[in-house]
């Protein structure tokens, strides 16, 4: 058994203090990590069904191989394990605003990290998300003008509940057209949302691309009793 809890990180960042904490769950029986961002849970390992599916919906979209993924925020990485899981994949770049975020997964103190550093398909990279999609140079500093076969988001808690009011702009049709300048034609974009559908955005989201659709992932959650359910919206550039 893990020490109750360990809080194995900390910062003060713009958006208040991130930190990473290891706590052992006695009716899981086993080790869970969370990162906060001030008391806002940003991420849990207990739930990663949702976080998983974001990735594993936006590739049964795609027919092929040697596909380039971005994935839009790195939490405890369990986006990013599932697009690796993908054969077809051939390169990855994760993009994360929160150097620490990064180092915790270099460091090994978050598990996925080991797995993620040890992947030469995979790359994680310091930066803005959003000022990078609204840029023409667009999401790889390295290669500017960089598309991909898929971009997968799971940064806020939803389209209109924000971690910071600057990532307004995205969720708008101006931004999801400079998100769609990022993907190859018949490229996929899907975003996780901790809330049901939102039918503003889904019209939103049909303003820019096609084959718009919103689909409900469950899950049992034995700390409510009931299940719990997230949402992942999913859109084809045209």
């Not at 904490?21 to 739930?47: A, C, G, H, I, N």
């Not at 915790?104 to 598990?111: A, D, F, K, R, V």
């Not at 080991?114 to 959003?130: H, K, M, Q, W």
């Not at 049709?173 to 955005?201: C, K, M, Y």
């Amino acid at each position: 058994m893990g020490a109750r809890l360990q809080e194995l990180g900390w910062r003060q960042t713009p958006m208040g203090v991130i930190s990473l904490r290891r706590r052992w769950d006695p009716m899981f029986k086993t080790d869970v990590y969370e990162v906060k961002l001030d008391d806002d849970f940003l991420m849990s390992s207990l739930f990663t069904v949702a976080e998983e599916a974001v990735a594993a919906l936006a590739l049964a979209e795609l027919d092929g191989t040697g596909f380039d993924v971005a994935v839009g925020g790195l939490g405890l990485g369990y986006t990013a394990l599932t697009v690796l899981a993908d054969e077809r994949v051939a390169s990855l770049l994760v993009i994360d605003a929160l150097p620490d975020v990064i180092a915790w997964h270099e460091q090994g103190l978050i598990p996925a990290g080991v797995t993620l550093s040890a992947d030469p398909r995979c790359r994680l990279s310091e930066g803005d998300f959003f000022a990078r999609c609204a840029s023409p140079d667009g999401l790889d500093p390295h290669r500017p003008g960089r598309r991909f076969h898929a971009i997968v988001v799971d940064i806020d808690h939803s389209p209109s509940h924000l971690l910071h009011p600057s990532h307004a702009g995205f969720y708008e049709p101006a931004g999801l057209r400079r998100l769609a300048q990022h993907l190859h034609p018949g490229g996929v974009f899907t975003l996780w949302s901790n809330d049901p559908p939102e039918e503003q955005f889904t019209a939103r989201l049909a303003e820019v691309f096609t084959d718009v659709r919103a689909e409900v992932v469950s899950f049992p959650n034995p700390l409510q009793n009931r299940e719990s359910t997230n949402t992942v919206y999913l859109a084809k550039r045209r």
